[in-house]
């Protein structure tokens, strides 16, 4: 350690005895600091996009590196993307003022790496779950995938109903590949999607005293659904992987935007009204993106 004091090691030799006139002040040297393994550095990507410059950064404990453009804007801007760090500033912005944008959000950057590292891992895991014996959750409970020849598709359970262990018969050989068994698989979620969430669409328009002038499925990628000011809702079919109580929060939020198109407090009122127990399913879908399922 730093500033630690060593003697003699056992096995050393004793130093030659100095002469007593010019044996000096006794002093302890002190002990070099241990070697430190240096951070990884950060690798560029295969390739750069026109007039872009991969450039590195050293920051608090760990090494940023990005991508730098030029462009016709007049502010710093930064994206963190699949690919990495992103920076497009304008002609006039010095190394010096970009790198002081980066430190500034430095840890905004780390956060928003952390969330991509952890979206990319969830992502490749999931291709292992497109598989004979592999597990999807359907309405909150994991149900094991099975190939059935050219048999019909078939679910062996209750699919209003599921419990863990059930198992869904996809027409297709022994030797289908991945994306065709997750093809099968998510057509047969999108159907028992239209179903159960028609069921609870209806049930919910009761209770909030409101029509609609028509609902749909989406496949959106960053949001669970949408209310327009037609009266026209689109419920995003990947919440049919979560437990009901999840899919009719999402439902109360959009019926609730036919009497408030806002998300004002009168908004959450009416929320609360339809769906008492609307924040638990609330912070849970924050934490989980539309693009990571089937993984929950």
């Not at 990319?120 to 909150?140: D, F, S, T």
């Not at 599921?162 to 065709?180: E, M, N």
């Not at 999607?193 to 909030?208: H, P, Q």
Request: net charge positive; hydrophobic share 35%.
């Amino acid at each position: 350690m730093p500033g630690a004091t060593h003697g003699r090691g056992p096995g050393q030799p004793a130093p030659p005895a100095a002469s007593p006139a010019r044996e000096p002040p006794a002093s302890r040297a002190e002990a070099p600091a241990p070697h430190r393994p240096s951070a990884p550095q950060p690798s560029p990507p295969p390739t750069l996009p026109p007039g872009g410059r991969w450039l590195t950064l050293p920051l608090d404990g760990w090494t940023l590196g990005y991508v730098l453009r030029r462009a016709r804007r007049k502010t710093i801007g930064l994206h963190v993307r699949d690919t990495g760090v992103a920076i497009q500033a304008p002609a006039w912005a010095t190394r010096a003022q970009i790198e002081d944008a980066i430190r500034h959000k430095a840890d905004w950057i780390r956060e928003k790496l952390q969330d991509r590292d952890r979206r990319l891992e969830q992502l490749a895991l999931q291709a292992g779950q497109w598989r004979p014996g592999g597990r999807i959750p359907y309405l909150g409970v994991a149900i094991e995938l099975r190939l059935d020849g050219a048999r019909p598709v078939r679910y062996e359970g209750d699919p209003d109903s599921p419990a863990a262990g059930d198992r869904l018969f996809l027409p297709l050989p022994d030797a289908a590949d991945a994306s065709r068994i997750q093809e099968r698989a998510q057509a047969w979620l999108q159907e028992r999607a239209r179903i159960d969430f028609g069921v609870r669409l209806n049930r919910c328009l009761e209770r909030a005293g409101r029509s609609i002038a028509g609902w749909g499925l989406s496949s959106a990628q960053g949001r669970w659904g949408s209310c327009t000011s037609q009266g026209r809702i689109r419920l995003n079919w990947r919440l049919i992987h979560f437990a009901p109580a999840l899919i009719d929060y999402v439902i109360a939020h959009e019926v609730a935007h036919l009497k408030e198109m806002n998300h004002g407090p009168a908004f959450w009122r009416e929320v609360e009204r339809l769906c008492p127990d609307f924040r638990a399913a609330r912070d849970t879908l924050r934490r989980q993106p539309p693009d990571t399922l089937p993984l929950i």
